[in-house]
């Protein structure tokens, strides 16, 4: 069975695999897990010496199918606690990760499965990442970051906020711009400000790294209405 610290890499491997796609650079898992070079590099070693990562020299490291799946059973139970906390305990979404990252390594498939059941088989957690199935299969991460989808003028839906910086997500969350919210860009300034309006009519100005926390799906009348205005030009 995987230890503590060999959970915590495999989890850090997959989510920044599933944002930005392998191979994962020795300083980007130091990064997430702040954690010195040397003591990555051992571990990388160690975990490649158990097949559960691919190492290409100079270019990073790849989970490999063994360590895909052992990193998919610790993210399910992450998400399913952190839904248990929100749903069940009123935990805020600002306040579930921590906890979640304390028990998810101390709890039975059994109380993971009861947890799934009680929720109803919740497709994403509190923060919009999905939550992968009973069978371990990839899910299908949903949105495109905020900047990358919305041209000024345009709405779309959060399907997802990313929780990997404590204080970004409570601005995100102070503005209620979390899953579920409709948000439409204002403006885009040449120095990166991203305004921003939400259900309410509140306004938000998000700096770009911020924005870039924020994965959004167009809506329909977004699309409909850029689609109309290019058929016009045309």
């Known amino acids: 069975m995987p230890t503590d610290t060999v959970e915590d890499y495999l989890k850090a491997i997959y989510r920044i695999e599933s944002r930005g796609g392998p191979p994962v650079s020795t300083s980007q898992i130091a990064e997430a897990l702040e954690k010195t070079p040397a003591t990555v590099t051992s571990m990388v070693e160690t975990l490649a010496d158990r097949g559960l990562l691919s190492r290409e020299k100079y270019k990073g490291v790849e989970l490999t199918p063994a360590g895909e799946v052992a990193a998919l059973e610790v993210v399910r139970r992450h998400r399913l606690i952190e839904s248990f906390l929100a749903e069940q305990l009123d935990y805020e979404p600002t306040e579930v990760h921590d906890e979640a990252d304390a028990l998810e390594h101390h709890v039975s498939e059994e109380f993971t499965r009861r947890v799934e059941r009680l929720l109803d088989y919740p497709a994403a957690d509190p923060h ?3 939550i992968p199935p009973a069978d ?3 899910p299908e991460d949903s949105g495109t970051t905020l900047v990358a989808a919305l041209e000024p003028g345009e709405r779309g839906t959060v399907v997802r906020v990313s929780d990997r910086d404590p204080d970004v997500l409570e601005f995100l969350v102070d503005a209620d711009i979390t899953p579920g919210t409709t948000v439409e860009v204002v403006e885009v300034t040449s120095f990166g400000l991203v305004t921003v309006r939400t259900d309410g009519g509140d306004e938000h100005g998000l700096p770009e790294a911020v924005a870039d926390r924020v ?17 016009g030009d045309a």
């Open 128 to 130: 919009g990442d999905p």
């Open 136 to 138: 371990l299969s990839t």
């Open 215 to 231: 994965y959004v799906r167009r809506a329909a009348d977004s699309t409909a209405a850029t689609d109309g205005q290019e058929a």
